[in-house]
């Protein structure tokens, strides 16, 4: 096993390369190829979607008589991956990319649009500044503006950066911290007031603004005997209507009415039983 290792072979001393036979080989001869699919496609024969980077052997040939600058163009076949259908493609070296012969059709591609719409527009551009000086001062003068704004803004944006950069999270942290403390001060503050102009609207009996309600007495003759500075208070005691000076009074002459009556009424059931 050791000799199937070896990289160089032996030569004799008298070895002639000239003399070996060279072989005769097609002029456009394929070779085949490893290699992996350049972009997505959708199979014409079964509808199968092949992805792009699906690795398949395919077979490589040159295409007689097309050539770009001098670039060769190679033509690829391959096989469906479910049919097993020869699907081929070819290189496209003008927009660095490849081109679906036959076989398959290429699936939509968003950025290709792009890329043709903004290749359509510059030829436009180009095609108008040919001939016309001050269409393309304008079109220069167009540009120098953008490219101003652009930088004015990448400069607002440093500048914003910095700026944000200069602050920590311990301060930031302080800064809300202080604003939330700030906005509970303003809160309570609006309450207290709140309750200030609450409690001014309430009148209290120690106050100077309250004013006592006067009640209409039975008997007019009993406030003039009343002395100056008190107040009298009509009491019903027993169906009678009396003047009280004073609040205990009532209590007073209700305790000795009531201990009046009672006596009555003792009197009254000893007679009855002594009769008996």
């Keep these: 096993m050791g000799e199937r290792k070896v990289l160089n072979k032996y030569y004799p001393p008298d070895f002639d390369p000239s003399k070996i036979p060279r072989r005769r080989q097609p002029k456009n001869q394929q070779i ?24 398949f052997n395919s077979r490589k040939e040159d295409v007689v008589g097309e050539t770009y600058l001098g670039i060769q163009i ?3 076949y391959f096989k469906c991956t479910k049919c097993s259908a020869e699907i081929t493609f070819k290189t496209d070296p003008q927009n660095s990319d490849y081109t679906v012969e036959s076989g398959a059709s290429r699936n939509f591609e968003p950025w290709r649009e792009q890329d043709e719409a903004a290749d359509k527009e510059k030829r436009k ?44 999270v311990d301060q930031m942290l302080e ?20 309750d200030e102009e609450l409690i001014k609207s309430i009148t209290f009996r120690n106050s100077g603004f309250y004013v006592k309600r006067i009640e209409d007495d039975d008997d ?5 005997d009343l002395v100056p500075g008190q107040s ?12 009280v000076t ?9 305790n000795g009415s009531e201990g009046a009556n009672k006596e009555e009424l003792d009197a009254q059931i000893y007679s009855k039983t002594k009769v008996y």
């Design 175 to 194: 800064i809300l911290k202080r604003s939330a403390h700030e906005k509970e001060e303003k809160a309570i503050a609006e309450l207290d007031e709140e």
């Design 125 to 168: 551009r180009d095609a108008e500044e040919m001939g016309d000086a001050m269409k393309a001062l304008e079109n220069r003068a167009t540009d120098s503006k953008q490219d101003m704004d652009i930088l004015a803004a990448l400069e607002e944006m440093r500048s914003m950066k910095s700026r944000h950069a200069g602050v920590s």
């Design 220 to 224: 007019d003759d009993d406030g003039d």
């Design 232 to 243: 009298s208070r009509t009491t019903k005691i027993n169906g009678s209507s009396e003047s």
């Design 32 to 55: 085949k190829v490893r290699m992996m699919l350049p972009m997505s496609i959708q199979c014409g024969t079964c509808g199968t979607y092949i992805y792009k980077g699906t690795k």
């Design 246 to 254: 004073k609040p205990t009074d009532v209590l007073s002459k209700t």
């Design 74 to 76: 190679f033509r690829f």
